[in-house]
């Protein structure tokens, strides 16, 4: 083997492996990206059956974003996860362009993912005007639309009825709703009409039997400090681990991309064709058999310098 070829095959092996270094790492995290990911779009669907917290627009606007920002936020990254180990293997400029790119958005993403979540924090933290906001949204209960699709929602699956009150939340309806009515969706047994003219029966025990008593707040207000709350510290955590290895997936990327790039310009300037090495330099036309020609570069046509043998005879 000449010293060209083997040169050859040396850079040809450097640069395989480093290109099976980053195939490993964009692989290994894209394969993290869609576990935690389908984690992430797992939690904010707890967020919105389990919690309600889609139904609490009323209290903070965040209440009602965050679940579905995260439940977008995970469906994008598990997608882009899958493309990632997909690109890693296949060694496309431009497809790792593109993955780059789209890894950059999810990273900007994660990061106001991981504000948002700790605004929903301060704000069961806060809770300055919980309680007027309840009133609030009770009050334009009677004109339909969403709070009255949300409240309903909110006291069949909780089992409770009104805002405030761990006996008597129920007693909130009466002056919101006409005479001494409550909704429909309070009852133990639901049914048109079922939770009118409640103020008119004597016995709390015969009411507590007819209807749910226990204020919904109660048990919100419960849910969003006890378990909401530490879900949204921790998941700010995670984020931004998820943050940075989706920075780490850009640079290594761009690391991958300017690899391919670096092969096909040297491959342009000729340095794969040292394998050639062995082969002398074309001899000009119009040298004769006396005349020696000296290699030099053969990349600009200058075949090198001409002596002659009369030249050099003492």
């Known amino acids: 083997m000449t010293m060209g070829s083997r040169a050859t095959s040396v850079r040809s092996v450097a640069y395989q492996e480093k290109s099976s270094q980053y195939q490993k790492y964009i692989t290994l995290s894209s394969v993290i990206l869609i576990i935690t990911s389908t984690i992430l779009i797992f939690t904010a669907v707890t967020l919105m059956k389990f919690y309600h917290l889609t139904k609490l627009g009323f209290w903070s606007s965040y209440f009602e974003f965050v679940p579905y920002y995260m439940l977008i936020l995970g469906v994008y990254t598990f997608l882009l996860g899958l493309f990632g180990a997909f690109v890693s293997g296949s060694g496309s400029k431009g497809a790792l362009m593109v993955f780059g790119i789209l890894m950059a958005i999810a990273f900007f993403a994660q990061l106001g993912s991981i504000f948002t979540a700790l605004e929903v924090r301060s704000s069961v933290e806060k809770d300055d005007q919980g309680d007027q906001l309840v ?30 009150g761990k006996a008597d939340g129920y007693t909130q309806w009466y002056s919101k709703l006409e005479g001494a009515d409550v ?131 003492v």
């Open 135 to 164: 009133f609030n949204s009770m009050a334009q209960y009677k004109d339909g639309g969403t709070d009255k699709s949300n409240w309903d929602a909110i006291q069949r699956d909780l089992h409770c009825c009104g805002g405030q």
């Open 183 to 313: 909704p429909d969706s309070c009852c133990h047994d639901e049914e048109d009409d079922c939770g009118k003219s409640i103020q008119s029966i004597s016995s709390y025990r015969d009411i507590s039997a007819k209807i749910y008593v226990l204020g919904c707040m109660e048990i919100i207000r419960d849910k969003l400090e006890n378990d909401v709350v530490p879900m949204m510290v921790v998941y700010a955590c995670v984020g931004v681990l998820l943050a940075i290895i989706e920075l780490i997936c850009v640079v290594l990327a761009c690391a991958y991309i300017a690899q391919i790039n670096r092969r096909t310009s040297n491959y342009s300037e000729g340095i794969w064709r040292y394998a050639d090495a062995n082969i002398a330099p074309p001899v000009p036309t119009h040298a004769d058999e006396t005349d020696i020609v000296r290699p030099s570069s053969r990349t600009n046509g200058d075949y090198g310098e001409r002596s002659s043998l009369r030249d050099t005879v």
